[in-house]
C-alpha cells in the first residue's frame, strides 16, 4: 500500500476546518493546574497501516499539496534521508524520533556496521558510518534507478510534537548531562538572545525551557531541524512513503517494517524507545512534558501548536493534558 493522495480544493477547505476543530479541541483541555500521573489503563492498541496513511494523506492536504506523489527521492531534505540498497530500504530520519536506534538498525542489516557502538559514540552513527548513504544527489540517482527495477520501501517514525520538544531541549540546550551532542553555541546564542528581549542579565550558557520555547516562537535563522516542524525534514511532496509510524507504537509497529524489509533479526527496534519504563506515558521526557508545558502562559501554547499543528495532525497526537498523553488519539 503506498501513500498517494490527491486533494482538491473542497477537501482541502475541510480538512482545514477539522484542523481547527482539533486545535480547539486541545487547547480547550489545557489548564494551568498540576496534571495528576495515575496511568492504570493498558496501553492503546497500536494504529493499522490503514489509519495511519489515511492520517497522513489528511495532513497532506492540511499543507496543501495536492499533486499525486512520486517516488523521486530527489529530496529538498538529503542529509536526514538514506537509500540502504542492500535491503531496498529508504529511510527518512527525524532528529529526536528515535533516528539513532533505525539507522544503526539499518546499516546492520545492509551489512555495514558490525562493531559495538558506545553509547557515548552514538553521533557516529550520523556521520562516519551512515554518511555514504545520505540521499544526496548520487546516492538519490542509485535509489530512483532501483525503483524502476523494482519497489523500494520506505518509511519514517514520527513523535508527539510536544514530547520531541522536550527531548530537543534535554539533549541539545539544557545543562542535563544526556548521551547525544549538545549544541553548547547555539544554547549561548539563544541565552544572549533571549537575555536581551527579557531585559535581564544572566551569565548561565544555557536558556531555561521558558526561553527556549519563546525561541521557538521566533522562527529565527539560528534554529535547525531538531527544533522545527517534522513534515518538514520528510520529503513531502516530492515522495510516497509506504509506512509512516508513530514513535510511541514502535514496539509493536517495527515487527512490521522489518517483516517488509525481510529481515531475520530485530536487532535493538522492537524495545521501548526509552529503557526507564516500557509505557510511554511514564518516561521521564513525557513527565516532564506535562509538567513543563502546563507551567506556560496559554497564548504561548498555542503559537506553539501553530507552528507544529501539521505535526500533531500527522497522527492525531494528543496534548499533554490527555490521560493517553503522549499516543495518537486514533478513535477521535
Known amino acids: 500500500m503506498f501513500l498517494q493522495f490527491q486533494f482538491d480544493k ?15 479541541f486541545l487547547l480547550g483541555g489545557y489548564n494551568r493546574s498540576s496534571v495528576e500521573i495515575t496511568v492504570s489503563d493498558p496501553l492503546p492498541p497500536a494504529p493499522s497501516q490503514v489509519w495511519l496513511l489515511k492520517q497522513v494523506g489528511r495532513t497532506l492536504g492540511l499543507l496543501g499539496y495536492t499533486s499525486p ?6 529530496c529538498s531534505q538529503p542529509r536526514h534521508t538514506y537509500f540502504f540498497p542492500n535491503i531496498r530500504a529508504v529511510f527518512t530520519g527525524i532528529p529526536k524520533s528515535g533516528c539513532s536506534n533505525w539507522i544503526e538498525f539499518l546499516l546492520r542489516a545492509e551489512g555495514a556496521l558490525h562493531q559495538k557502538i558506545d553509547p557515548t559514540e552514538v553521533y557516529k552513527i550520523h556521520t562516519t558510518f551512515s554518511e ?27 513523535r508527539n510534537p510536544w514530547t520531541r520538544l522536550v527531548s530537543g531541549y534535554r539533549d541539545k540546550l539544557s545543562a542535563e548531562v544526556t548521551q547525544g551532542y549538545s549544541f553548547d553555541n547555539l544554547a549561548r546564542k539563544i541565552v544572549q538572545k533571549m537575555n536581551k ?37 520528510l520529503c513531502f511532496p516530492h515522495v510516497r512513503y509506504d509506512y509512516i509510524l508513530p514513535l510511541e507504537h514502535s514496539p509493536a509497529l517495527a515487527r512490521t517494517i522489518v517483516e517488509e524489509l525481510h529481515l531475520n533479526t530485530t ?26 508545558f502546563s507551567e506556560q502562559e496559554p497564548q504561548l501554547i498555542e503559537q506553539l501548536y501553530a507552528i507544529f499543528r501539521a505535526d500533531f495532525a500527522m497522527m492525531n497526537y494528543s496534548n499533554f493534558t490527555d490521560p493517553y498523553f503522549p499516543f495518537p488519539i486514533v478513535n477521535f
Open 197 to 233: 528581549i527579557d531585559n535581564i542579565t544572566n551569565r548561565s550558557e544555557h536558556p531555561s525551557f521558558n526561553q527556549y520555547l519563546r525561541w521557538i516562537v521566533l522562527q529565527d535563522d539560528l534554529q535547525n531541524d531538531h527544533f522545527t516542524p517534522q513534515h518538514l525534514t
Open 267 to 292: 536487532g535493538g527496534v522492537l524495545g521501548p524507545y526509552n529503557k526507564q519504563s516500557s509505557d510511554p506515558r511514564l518516561q521521564s521526557t513525557t513527565l516532564l512534558a506535562r509538567k513543563w
Open 69 to 74: 506523489l512520486t517516488n523521486n527521492w530527489t
Open 10 to 24: 473542497k477537501s482541502s477547505i475541510v480538512v482545514f476546518l477539522v484542523s481547527i476543530f482539533i486545535l480547539v
Open 132 to 158: 555514504p548513504y545520505r540521499m544526496f544527489q548520487q546516492v538519490a540517482d542509485r535509489a530512483n534507478s532501483a525503483e524502476k527495477r523494482g519497489h523500494v520501501f520506505s518509511f519514517a517514525v514520527v
